[in-house]
């Protein structure tokens, strides 16, 4: 009794199975730490956690503390009674202890220990099997006769009865043995095919995420220099606008002196004329004759020119300097280029049609960056050669890197845009650009002016009236993107592809109609991150 006591102290009240890393709430009482977790989980927004055992409230989440001394507890227990905990079933006929079951008998539908099992019967109706508790499910529901044979025309375990006298009566049959191992050798060829299938899911997720990794190094990375060149530009900007206002307070604070030094100036002529003013009056008001005609005569002071003064020059001095404000307006326009340098314009190198791959429907000019629709050109027809399509690719192949190209497509009715795999077929129906699993590409139709994306022959439509007369296509190989843009005022996002790439992949041009030019040059983003 005392071992069973015990054992009914190691279940958990949730799961009323032993404890799985018990834990311990504050008023004490113990539980698995996933099935408490679960408790309080459908307890969340309801503004307090109880206890289940004994309804104690707490309005924070409780704090689970492992319950070491229970743990080493059940582990012990475990470690002393494996069978019993393997399996979970007891002898029927141990009454004052549980005691792990050895077999179970089929006919007398009971579990035996060791003990029982010495004494149970050894006839041959007698049939045992590893310990279970569906034992009905071990016997024919029609005749109640233990299950022997398999009948493989109706998937279905049966009785002797059944054989002989039933339903099953004239089908093939198995013994439950022969039955059982060709099944688990079907299982084990399922187990075979789904293990590969792990390890190809594992693989996958293991490039995901080391992509995903890389992704996060190469943000972070581009994060710090632009992080790094912005506060550079705003401490600049900061310095820029220090110098520009000290300039003016400086010039400023000169046209104040100077202006202040004429104001006194005019303000002591003025009041030397104001004086020589009221001399004039007093002698004009006098009516000796002899003293108006003794003084000295005044009319040279008629003559002062106040225009030619120094103080004239108040307007002029009073001007600001406009060159410092240029000079500033320069240094910002340098950041602005150095900030699209850094950033957003990659260096470039040129880019070439391939004319070994040319159809001979179109024409590539000297410069190999123009196809145009002509007659016939009569090249020799070779495995490389575009034979169904008026079709030609770049000489350049890209195999790594981030690049982008621009196409000039203003002079053409129909044509498509894109890339291609080196193996794309060059005839029959398969060969054309956007049609097969070898190429992506934007095109135009020229019967609806409809832009479309086209892979392996699937369409995307994208929106009327997008003003392409010039297409961007940027390619990261490493992270398997394909982007296509529209070319006009600003910059128009039309699709990404991405996909897991096996080939290089050269630039790709059709043409029906027109002529359409590759950029003569390429964009590398190989100085980024």
């Known amino acids: 009794m005392a071992s069973a006591d015990l054992r009914q102290e190691l279940d958990c009240s949730i799961c009323l199975s032993i404890y799985t890393d018990p834990v311990t709430l504050r008023c004490g009482h113990n539980f698995c730490r996933i099935c408490i977790e679960r408790v309080l989980d459908t307890q969340e927004g309801a503004g307090a956690y109880t206890c289940p055992e004994c309804r104690a409230v707490c309005q924070e989440r409780p704090v689970l503390q492992r319950n070491i001394t229970l743990c080493n507890i059940v582990e012990s227990f475990l470690s002393t009674r494996p069978d019993q905990e393997e399996t979970g079933i007891f002898c029927t006929y141990c009454v004052d202890s ?38 009905g499910n071990r016997k ?11 009948c493989t025309e109706d998937a279905a375990c049966i009785c002797v009865s059944c054989c002989l006298i ?10 439950l043995d022969e039955a059982s191992e060709k099944k688990k050798e079907k299982l084990m060829n399922v187990l075979q095919k789904l293990t590969t299938k792990k390890t190809e899911a594992e693989k996958i997720l293991q490039s995901l995420q080391e992509r995903r990794r890389e992704y996060r190094g190469r943000a972070a990375s581009v994060t ?15 310095d820029l606008e220090i110098r520009v206002l000290n300039e003016i307070s400086r010039q400023e604070e000169s046209v104040s002196l100077f202006v202040t030094d004429q104001i006194r100036r005019l303000e002591n002529m003025k009041d030397e004329l104001s004086g020589k003013m009221r001399h004039i009056e007093e002698l004009c008001n006098m009516s000796d004759p002899v003293t108006v005609l003794q003084e000295p005569d005044m ?34 326009s340098d950041t602005t280029k150095r900030i699209n340098t850094s950033i957003f314009v990659p260096e470039a190198t040129d880019i070439v049609l391939d004319v070994t791959t040319a159809s001979n429907n179109i024409h590539i000019l000297g410069d190999r960056k123009t196809a145009s629709v002509s007659p016939y050109q ?44 080196p193996s794309i077929d060059r005839t029959g129906k398969q060969s054309l650009i956007g049609d097969n699993n ?92």
């Open 224 to 238: 710090e220099r632009v992080t790094a060149l912005f506060r550079d530009i705003r401490q600049q900007q900061e």
């Open 140 to 150: 024919c529901s029609v005749h109640k006769k233990v299950l022997e044979y398999y």
């Open 299 to 332: 009319g040279d002071f008629c003559d002062i020119n106040i225009r030619k003064r120094p103080y004239t020059q108040v307007h002029r001095a009073g001007d600001l300097d406009v060159g410092l404000i240029s000079e500033t307006l320069h240094i910002l």
């Open 378 to 421: 009569n090249r020799p027809i070779t495995a490389e050669i575009f034979r169904s399509y008026p079709q030609v690719i770049s000489t350049k192949r890209f195999s790594s890197g981030r690049h982008y190209w621009e196409v000039d497509v203003s002079k053409s009715v129909y044509w498509r845009v894109g890339m291609c795999y």
């Open 438 to 529: 070898k190429s992506w590409c934007l095109c135009r139709s020229m019967y609806n002016n409809q832009y479309t994306m086209r892979h392996d022959s699937t369409e995307i439509w994208l929106l009327d009236n997008i003003p392409c007369d010039r297409v961007r296509v940027f390619l990261d190989y490493e992270a398997g993107q394909m982007s296509f843009y529209a070319l006009c005022d600003r910059l128009i996002h039309l699709h990404t592809y991405t996909a897991a790439l096996t080939e290089p992949l050269h630039a790709a041009l059709c043409v029906s109609g027109g002529s359409i030019t590759i950029s003569g040059r390429i964009g590398s983003w190989e100085n980024l991150p």
């Open 166 to 175: 039933g339903e099953h009566r004239g089908h093939q049959m198995e013994s």
């Open 98 to 135: 549980p005691v792990p079951a050895a077999k179970s008998c089929l006919l007398c539908e009971a579990s035996l220990c060791d003990k029982h099992l010495t004494a149970h019967s050894k006839s041959a109706e007698h049939v045992l099997c590893d310990p279970t508790t569906a034992l």
